[in-house]
């Protein structure tokens, strides 16, 4: 365990469903961040919240829905989804909004058909 | 886009020095080089980082160029375990907001 969690680690869901992600760190960290690998491709930065507050949103579609109740708990909201938004969906965590040694969780798998 | 270029995989002996190039030849003076990896089904771990000068860790030693145009990532006795994806990575800052831009990584296998 790296000190950040994700849950669930696989998820399967239809284009019509809405389901949720989740991400806890206990690790003091004050800014953290959405992240999409999709096959073969470069993880994609799609929001960054820092002291609860979205500081980026990378031109995400509204399907993706991030919520930051508190530093140490971030969501993602899924809702309408497309297939080819099937992809492991990254978590991570900093002190500071960029400061280096970024903690990832180990990813939720999702597959949407 | 990425900062950053790397060759797309690598294979090093078992017990043998891995090194790693990394070229970024945009780099701007204030920006510092980040080593990420990947381990399969899990996400990037840090490695090291660094400005200007050499820096050395308990996992790898981090090479850079005098004219910051490249740098290489040095694993002294790579382990099976060290197979995964390497990204080489220079934060970018954006009207206040850093980020970093990954690219595709190296994909190191380490052999028996």
């Known amino acids: 365990e790296t000190g950040v969690t994700q849950t669930p680690r696989h998820l399967v869901m239809g284009m019509t469903n809405k389901k949720s992600l989740k991400c806890e760190q206990h690790?003091?960290?004050?800014?953290m961040y959405w992240y999409k690998q999709s096959a073969k491709k470069p993880l994609e930065l799609m929001f960054v919240?820092?002291?609860?507050?979205?500081?980026e949103n990378n031109s995400v579609p509204s399907r993706f829905s991030p919520e930051c109740p508190n530093s140490s708990h971030l969501f993602l909201h899924l809702h309408t989804l497309q297939p080819e938004d099937s992809a492991l969906y990254l978590c991570?965590?900093?002190?500071?909004?960029?400061?280096?040694?970024?903690?990832f969780g180990s990813g939720t798998r999702l597959t949407v058909v | 886009d990425a900062k950053t270029t790397q060759p797309p995989s690598m294979d090093c002996a078992e017990g043998r020095a891995a090194n790693l190039p990394c070229n970024h030849s945009?780099?701007?003076?204030?920006?510092?080089v980040y080593w990420y990896r990947q381990i399969h089904s899990q996400g990037p771990q840090y490695i090291i980082h660094?400005?200007?000068n050499n820096e050395t860790n308990e996992m790898a030693s981090l090479i850079i160029t005098e004219d910051r145009k490249s740098s290489t990532l040095i694993l002294p006795h790579a382990t099976l375990r060290d197979t995964a994806v390497y990204y080489c990575?220079?934060?970018?800052?954006?009207?206040?907001?850093?980020?970093?831009?990954f690219g595709t990584g190296t994909r190191l296998k380490v052999l028996a």
């Open positions: 991570a965590s900093s002190q500071y909004q960029g400061s280096y040694g970024y903690t």
């Open positions: 690790l003091g960290h004050n800014a």
């Open positions: 919240y820092s002291l609860e507050e979205r500081v």
């Open positions: 945009t780099i701007s003076g204030n920006e510092y």
């Open positions: 660094g400005l200007k």
């Open positions: 990575i220079v934060r970018v800052d954006t009207s206040g907001t850093y980020k970093y831009i």
